[in-house]
């Protein structure tokens, strides 16, 4: 069985400020797939980045940042310098080939920034 | 590039009606998933076809749930009847192949009252 945990159910920060979302997993499988997803008030799902689990490098892709260890299970979402437009509910999934490759969500984190 | 379409983006039934959702999915990509989604939660798995065989339906209740994948490319999800726990957003996905990043349409709002 596989599980995905987003224990912030919301988050609220003034803007300009870093906020880091935190996404903990659950597997029994060696290789798997970690991903980011932001779904704005329109509703479709952004897909934001996807890690394997034999590449644990930090990513940084502009104002975003992703810290992957696996010695914690975890695979956390750092926004920095937070603006309006980053509002929306983010979503961390993991996907592997024993649970027949299906996308397990977290419950996911509603990330709220005022200007 | 077009993503994923869905119709309608907005459904409103009676219960015991049937309705029908459609999704076209993005071009060249064999992974089709169907999700649903409640309020407040994270998407969770109905079907996923590999082309046009549905490889993995275990979430689907099958006595009023029922997919199809003609040709591989467009799919459409049924109720039948639908009943008040069915409201929810139901939403579509498809992938270049499996474990790679999924690209998902705006959804549909099913209401049903």
């Known amino acids: 069985a596989q599980k995905v945990t987003q224990a912030q159910t919301e988050i609220s920060v003034v803007e300009k400020e870093d906020v880091t979302l935190d996404c903990v997993y659950e597997?029994?499988?060696?290789?798997?797939?970690l991903f980011w997803y932001k779904q704005p008030p329109s509703g479709e799902l952004v897909f934001l980045i996807r890690?394997?689990?034999?590449?644990?490098q930090n990513e940084i892709s502009g104002r975003y940042s992703w810290n992957f260890q696996k010695s914690t299970s975890s695979f956390n979402f750092t926004i920095t310098a937070s603006q309006v437009v980053d509002s929306a509910v983010y979503f961390c999934?993991?996907?592997?080939?024993?649970?027949?490759?299906?996308?397990?969500f977290g419950g996911g984190t509603r990330l709220m920034v005022k200007p | 590039e077009a993503g994923v379409v869905q119709s309608p983006r907005y459904k409103i039934i009676e219960k015991k009606q049937p309705v029908a959702f459609w999704c076209n999915p993005i071009?060249?990509?064999?992974?089709l998933y169907w999700y649903l989604q409640n309020l407040g939660q994270g998407p969770e798995l109905l079907i996923r076809?590999?082309?046009?065989?549905?490889?993995?339906d275990s979430q689907l209740p099958k006595d009023r749930f029922s997919a199809e994948r003609l040709k591989g490319v467009d799919s459409t999800l049924k109720i039948q009847p639908a009943e008040l726990g069915d409201s929810a957003v139901y939403l579509c996905a498809s992938s270049l192949r499996e474990n790679t990043e999924a690209f998902f349409g705006q959804g549909t709002r099913l209401t049903v009252v």
């Open positions: 890690r394997n689990s034999f590449d644990e």
């Open positions: 076809y590999e082309n046009e065989e549905a490889v993995d």
């Open positions: 597997t029994r499988d060696t290789t798997y797939y």
């Open positions: 999934a993991l996907s592997n080939n024993n649970a027949g490759n299906m996308l397990t």
């Open positions: 071009s060249g990509h064999n992974t």
